[in-house]
């Protein structure tokens, strides 16, 4: 029988050869810094709403980000075609759909096919909140009819139109990518 832990735990890097295809490691300074990081890395998204890339998965199809709102009312109604992760970083938000409310500290768990309305309340100035997408949003209309869709390839698409806008360079987004 197989150990259950591992017997070798000496401070010796894996010296073997590397297995085929595996992309570099991904690593992102400070990301829970929000107050001190360069306003380049927002992509604008909508009207007072920005999206910061952490890492954009085009072989699993999911993207993670960090998403800021600065205004209150209804941000979108959609529908997951995947799993989402959310840890609210500041601010607080909900959907109309159900009585629960994400607020700083919260993490909430969204499954596949959950149909909801986020809206990010009056008196908050704004909401940070880290979303791992697995998947895409499609935006739907208050019966469910799809209108638009975002996914891992969309996002990246207004990154580098960003990106290259502001000088960074539309090729600013491929370290992003995995």
Known sequence: MAPSRPTD???????GPPLYK??????????????NVD????????????FRPLIFSV???????????RKSGILSRHRHAGPVHATVLRGRW???EHDWWAEEGSYAFEPPGDIHTLEVPDG????????HVTGAYI????QGKPEAIEDVFSKIDLARAHFEKIGL??????????
């Open 124 to 131: 908050v100035t704004e909401m940070v909140t880290l979303f």
């Open 9 to 15: 735990i000496s401070a010796v890097p894996y010296s």
């Open 59 to 69: 072989s699993q199809g999911y993207f993670v980000n960090l998403l800021r709102v």
């Open 39 to 50: 306003e380049r890395l927002w992509v604008p998204q909508a009207k007072d709403v920005w």
């Open 139 to 142: 935006y739907v209309d208050p």
């Open 94 to 96: 909900h959907y109309l």
């Open 169 to 178: 360079g539309a090729d600013y987004v491929d370290r992003f990518i995995r």
């Open 22 to 35: 595996v992309p570099e490691d991904l690593v992102v300074p400070n990301v829970l810094d929000i107050d």
